[in-house]
């Protein structure tokens, strides 16, 4: 962090892209800030970590249910066509 000797006195001294990313927080996004600065940089590590891991999770789960979902589906389908194709063979039905 920047000690307060050689923080900018003033808002021009900052870079033009610095500036507008400044103008355009939220105050939430500000006090978000404030939190993040406050952190090591070791935590700040492990936070970004424990996010990726969780996003990783979270695809995972979603396409392990695509997959059950799929499976019995495709399971159903399969089922009927062999129910129709044993008919079929055996004749159809006898009127």
Not at 64 to 92: D, R
């Amino acid at each position: 962090m920047l000690e307060p000797k050689n923080a900018p006195e003033k808002l021009q001294e900052l870079p033009e892209a610095t500036r507008k990313f400044l103008a355009g927080l939220r105050p939430d996004e500000v006090e978000a800030l404030k939190v993040v600065v406050a952190q090591s940089a070791d935590d700040i590590k492990v936070w970004f970590k424990m996010v990726r891991d969780i996003r990783t999770v979270g695809r995972f789960g979603y396409w392990l249910v695509v997959t059950v979902v799929s499976i019995f589906i495709g399971t159903v389908v399969l089922y009927e066509y062999i129910l129709k194709a044993w008919g079929f063979l055996k004749g159809g039905p006898s009127q």
